[in-house]
């Protein structure tokens, strides 16, 4: 029964919470859909639990001291802010989980995250930013419907199948190969991270950057829409049976 009590007395606080900043919900079934624009990076706001079964319409700020419930959409900007120095302990503090049931029908933005994310949210329908992490690992099969930035993140494994509808912004990660399957639609940045080759049947449809990387050959099959840039690499020799649309950047 206490159990019960607290539960009910902290989502109070969430709504009481949401009115005081000027957004409403309505309740829909099981879900209750909640309008306008929310930062929790306020000294109540940071201690929060968002409650199961809400569809968030408007952008969100969260920090990495809240707590998500199951079973909640975010249509909207999706940010999860690092944590403000002075204001909680760090050191004690938990990073933020993103439950399974988490769904993104928007663009998500995450700064300095160290924490995990769920193997079973393989989807972003928007843009998906995840920088200046540490990122342990990705889902196995990834889709993105924007671009996806890594600048600045410690990348180990990447994804086994990768979608990506927009530009690929991965400088720096500290990865040796690429997936064997890359689905790419516009431009791919690599300069300056630890990969050694690239897969066979790459085929980039805007540029692509492999500046300063380890990469010592092209395959064969290399397919470039846009321009390639090899400036700080020691690769001499550009295969006749690869197509390059644009100009071949070197030294």
Not at 19 to 39: L, M, V, W
Not at 58 to 71: A, C, D, E, H, Y
Not at 91 to 106: A, Q
Request: with cysteine; proline share 5%; aromatic share 10%.
């Amino acid at each position: 029964m206490h159990n019960k009590k607290s539960r009910y007395k902290f989502q109070s606080f969430f709504w009481m919470y949401l009115k005081a900043i000027g957004c409403h919900h309505i309740k829909r079934g099981k879900f209750t859909d909640i309008y306008g624009d929310i930062s929790f990076n306020t000294e109540a706001g940071r201690r929060l639990r968002i409650p199961a079964r809400v569809n968030f319409h408007g952008k969100v700020r969260i920090t990495q001291t809240n707590k998500l419930s199951p079973n909640i959409i975010f249509f909207n900007e999706f940010h999860v802010l690092p944590l403000a120095i002075g204001t909680i302990d760090t050191h004690k503090t938990s990073h933020l989980r993103i439950p399974k049931s988490t769904r993104f029908m928007s663009d998500v933005f995450l700064n300095t995250f160290h924490g995990r994310w769920p193997d079973s949210v393989h989807t972003i329908k928007g843009h998906f930013f995840w920088t200046y992490s540490y990122i342990k690992k990705m889902p196995e099969v990834f889709s993105i419907h924007g671009d996806i930035n890594l600048s600045g993140s410690g990348v180990k494994q990447l994804p086994n199948e990768l979608t990506v509808l927009g530009d690929a912004i991965m400088p720096g990660i500290h990865t040796r190969r690429l997936p064997d399957r890359m689905n790419m639609s516009q431009s791919l940045r690599l300069s300056f991270s630890t990969l050694e080759a690239l897969p066979a049947g790459l085929s980039i449809p805007g540029d692509l950057s492999i500046k300063n990387t380890r990469i010592s050959q092209l395959p064969d099959d290399l397919c470039v829409g846009g321009n390639l840039n090899i400036t700080g690499t020691t690769i001499s020799i550009i295969p006749e049976t690869g197509f390059i649309g644009g100009e071949i950047l070197r030294d």
